[in-house]
């Protein structure tokens, strides 16, 4: 079987059912029966691995081999920016419950990370695997994004477990997309969808400073008599 290779002999056996399990490696997993030398039937387990690629073999992925993309970020990021044509179904949601614990925990995020970043509270999405399902069979082909590679990588574990086969993640995710790889829809970037809160804030406070402190550099440098007689007309304390 070209592309296969055997990676563990027997995992388990029993000896009344004369059974045995082999793993095999392959981009394309499914369970074939088989025949072992003096052991009767047996049952050979394929794996498929998750692939990680960049943007570029994602882009690949997407126009040439058919994968459709699952973006798994929150609603916020995707609507900020995404992929066209993808699918969403995030992996977190946004966590309403309340309940005393969940209520101080949520107000200490809101003081902090999501003050800072803008990220929402958030819990596991309970019917992750069955929107996804609701939506492709297991032999889809599957690019899963999301911002920064580790919601995605999460997601394509949870879908492996779950019976899909074909699934592929773009490492450090779209935080790594050079404008243009993909055709994107939102008020931003893909690689700046994250991106929020005071962070945000800061960000452009600091480009305007660096700007205004170029631009006087600049200026001192090229016109060293005018920038003197402004000095002098600044009133001293």
Known sequence: MAGTGLYTSCLSSSSNLGTCWLVLKTHNARAVPGKLPGTGMRRLAIKAEVKYVNADKGKELVEV?????????DKTQFERAHIK??????????????????????QLHNNFSGLFFGLPFTKPNPDFIQSVKSQFPPESKLLVVCQEGLRSAAAANTLEKAGFQNIACITSGLQTVKPGT???IGSTQLENAGKAGLVTIQGKISTVLGTILVCAYLFITFFPEQAEKLFQLAPTG
């Open 182 to 184: 993909f055709d994107s």
């Open 85 to 106: 044509s993808c699918s969403h179904v995030p992996l977190f949601v946004e966590n309403k419950d309340n309940d005393p614990g969940t209520i101080i925990k949520r």
């Open 65 to 73: 081999d058919g994968y459709a993309v699952l973006d798994v970020r």
